[in-house]
Nanobody, 124 residues
Framework: QARLIESGGGLVQTGGSLRLSCVGVGRSFTGNAMGWFRRSLGEEREYVAL????????KYRDSVKGRFVISRDSANNAMYLQMNSLKPEDTAVYYC?????????????????WGQGTRVTISS
């Protein structure tokens, strides 16, 4: 059964960095758009960063632009999110997702595969 597995979450201080990883198992996600979403307590799930199937197009929500970088490694069926200059408002559970389309979508409903989530906590 195809699934996604995230890792790399944790607790860091404001201004610190984390790198999230997402590995696909059970099938190749090469050519599939993928993305990172997050859900904070009491909030809706929101996109953080998205990447097209060929990796040539990316999109970031405004609040993370200049601090986060999304990338993918098709050879390893993986995707990453480098998060720098972290802020307390980045605290959330982060999910990786993939969709059956090479174009990314901004809504969580556009995605067909999800990881279990990894918790990121930023202390002030």
């Amino acid at each position: 059964q195809a699934r996604l597995i995230e890792s790399g979450g944790g607790l860091v201080q404001t201004g610190g960095s984390l790198r999230l990883s997402c590995v696909g198992v059970g099938r190749s996600f090469t050519g599939n758009a993928m993305g990172w979403f997050r859900r904070s307590l009491g909030e809706e799930r929101e996109y953080v960063a998205l990447i097209s199937g060929d990796g040539g197009d990316t999109k970031y929500r405004d609040s993370v632009k200049g601090r986060f970088v999304i990338s993918r490694d098709s050879a390893n069926n993986a995707m990453y999110l480098q998060m720098n200059s972290l802020k307390p408002e980045d605290t959330a559970v982060y999910y990786c997702a993939a969709r059956e389309d090479p174009r990314y979508g901004v809504s969580w409903s556009h995605y067909n595969y999800w990881g279990q989530g990894t918790r990121v906590t930023i202390s002030s």
